[in-house]
């Protein structure tokens, strides 16, 4: 049931942002997008947090910046993404990129703030799938 809910949340996520019409898409974009959907139906709220910065990178360098060579921070300057997507790309960093006096992350946190990660997770999806259907096809 807790699977159900939280499928119907992302898809109702989806549904917002989607309108109607069409879309550019990454392939690898979408099939990222997949694992995101499930990490969120499991309530793996880190992985989500990671991957779903990951598809708005994918996304924006195939569909909005084909060819650029320059960082993510720097992608999100250039197409004019605003600080919380700089927020997501920075909070993504320091949990892929381990500093051992510093913890992104802790086990007391992963049992003892389910809700905050669980909103945490919320929030990079909802910014994931603005960057993910902002650029409409033909």
């Not at 699977?3 to 990222?32: N, T, Y």
């Not at 569909?63 to 197409?79: C, I, N, V, Y």
């Not at 919380?84 to 920075?90: A, D, I, K, N, V």
Request: proline share 2%.
């Amino acid at each position: 049931m807790t699977w159900s809910d939280r499928r119907d949340w992302f898809e109702d996520q989806i549904a917002v942002h989607q309108g109607h019409g069409s879309h550019l898409l990454s392939e690898q974009a979408c099939a990222l997008m997949m694992e995101v959907q499930a990490c969120y139906c499991a309530g793996a709220w880190i992985a989500v947090v990671v991957l779903a910065f990951t598809v708005l990178d994918a996304q924006l360098l195939e569909t909005q910046a084909p060819g650029f060579e320059g960082s993510s921070a720097q992608l999100l300057r250039r197409l004019n993404f605003g600080s919380e997507y700089q927020r997501l790309r920075m909070r993504r960093n320091r949990i892929v990129h381990i500093r051992c006096d510093q913890p992104a992350i802790t086990v007391d946190q992963q049992w003892g703030s389910r809700q905050e990660l669980e909103a945490e997770a919320q929030a990079a999806v909802k910014l994931m799938l603005a960057a993910f259907f902002g650029a409409p096809g033909t």
